[in-house]
Each structure stands twice: as structure tokens, then as C-alpha cells.
T-cell receptor
Framework: GQSLEQPSEVTAVEGAIVQINCTYQ??????LSWYQQHDGGAPTFLSY????GLEETGRFSSFLSRSDSYGYLLLQELQMKDSASYFC?????????????FGAGTQVVVTP | EPEVTQTPSHQVTQMGQEVILRCVPI?????FYWYRQILGQKVEFLVS????????KSEIFDDQFSVERPDGSNFTLKIRSTKLEDSAMYFC????????????FGQGTRLTVV
């Protein structure tokens, strides 16, 4: 079967650092993406890893290890507006036109 | 900034009725998708569409579902005979000219079947 595992919830204070892990088992793998979703809103793209290593985009970084079928999203200098759900998503093989398979999401709660 | 737009934002329908959800993808994108999200659950892939045909669909996308690109701008999802379990947020997404790393999502249509 295919699965993506990520923690259901993480709570942290403003200014802290949060790491959201994602492990995956899929029949095809092209890359790992991260999406943010505020309540009632659309998923918004945060980052993508096609190769092993770290990608940095401002306060957010994402990491991928293909050999470990593992990635993480790192949120630094947390702000209240970062309270949202964060989904890892696998892009399947090149035959699948970028079809995304999403994890169940991690609810990040930022407290003052 | 270009965006994916969806209409309506909310749709309430009676069980057994047909609904059509509409989407206008970003104008120069070539790949279009429908996803759904049942309240409190993960986003689930329904179907992808390219070059005027379905390129892939999930097991959720059964014979009750169909997609169409009736003109150069709109992309529609039709549910022929709605069931209670079809109640969900339906997101349209599009991506660019290659197998893209980023999908752009619309704000969604909340479908409630009563």
C-alpha cells in the first residue's frame, strides 16, 4: 500500500523552532512537497524537494532523504500566523502528471 | 498574481441531484486536477486532466463523476447523483507546462449534500 506518516499535532511558542517529520511508502516517487492550509482555506505550496538535502526558503526549510523515505519541514522563528495545518505530499512518477498524494496533516499550534 | 478561481464557494444540494463545480485554472497552465477534503481529513486526489482528457483518476472518481473543459478557460467537475458522503470541500488545482513541482489550488467549493 501507499502511506505518508506525519504527526497529528505540534504545539510551540512564538519564536521557537518546529520540525515536522514525514515518512512515506509509495509505489512511485518523484519528489516531496509541503503545503500549508489555514482553516477553511486552500492548500498553499511551501517547498519541494526532488533531490536529497536541504532546501531553504526564508523561515521555512525542507529536507529529503530518499534512501530513508523521509523528509521534514522546519519552521523557524515561529509566528502566530504560522498556526495552520501542514501537509507533506508525494509527487508520483513522471507518468502521473504531478498527482499529489497527501499525508494526513500536522496541526501546528503557536502559542504566545 | 494569477490564481485559480472556483465557483460557487458553497453549494447545498439534495441527495440524488446533479451538481457542477466550476474552476478557472491559471491561464497558461496545462495540467488540471480535482481534489477533495472531507472535513477534518486529508486532501485526496480525484482526477488529473491534460490535453483534453483524463490522465489519471483515483478509486474515488467513479462513474458518478466526470470532468470537462468546455472551453479554453473553464474546467468543471460534475457529480451526477450526489450522495451524502460526497459532502466535502472540493479543490481545483492547476500546474504549469511540465511535470511541475507546485500545484496552485483554488479556494475550494464546499459541497453539502442533504
Amino acid at each position: 500500500g501507499q502511506s505518508l506518516e506525519q504527526p497529528s499535532e505540534v504545539t510551540a511558542v512564538e519564536g521557537a523552532i518546529v520540525q515536522i517529520n514525514c515518512t512515506y511508502q509509495t509505489s512511485g516517487f518523484y519528489g516531496l512537497s509541503w503545503y500549508q492550509q489555514h482553516d477553511g482555506g486552500a492548500p498553499t505550496f511551501l517547498s519541494y524537494n526532488g533531490l536529497d538535502g536541504l532546501e531553504e526558503t526564508g523561515r521555512f526549510s525542507s529536507f529529503l532523504s530518499r534512501s530513508d523515505s523521509y523528509g521534514y519541514l522546519l519552521l523557524q522563528e515561529l509566528q502566530m500566523k504560522d498556526s495552520a495545518s501542514y501537509f507533506c505530499a508525494v509527487t508520483m512518477t513522471t507518468d502521473s502528471w504531478g498527482k499529489l498524494q497527501f499525508g494526513a496533516g500536522t496541526q501546528v499550534v503557536v502559542t504566545p | 498574481e494569477p490564481e485559480v478561481t472556483q465557483t460557487p464557494s458553497h453549494q447545498v444540494t439534495q441527495m440524488g441531484q446533479e451538481v457542477i463545480l466550476r474552476c478557472v485554472p491559471i491561464s497558461n497552465h496545462l495540467y488540471f486536477y480535482w481534489y477533495r477534503q472531507i472535513l477534518g481529513q486529508k486532501v485526496e486526489f480525484l482526477v488529473s486532466f491534460y490535453n483534453n482528457e483524463i490522465s489519471e483518476k483515483s478509486e474515488i472518481f467513479d462513474d458518478q463523476f466526470s470532468v470537462e473543459r468546455p472551453d479554453g478557460s473553464n474546467f468543471t467537475l460534475k457529480i451526477r447523483s450526489t450522495k451524502l458522503e460526497d459532502s466535502a470541500m472540493y479543490f481545483c488545482a492547476s500546474s504549469g507546462q511540465t511535470v511541475n513541482t507546485e500545484a496552485f489550488f483554488g479556494q475550494g467549493t464546499r459541497l453539502t449534500v442533504v
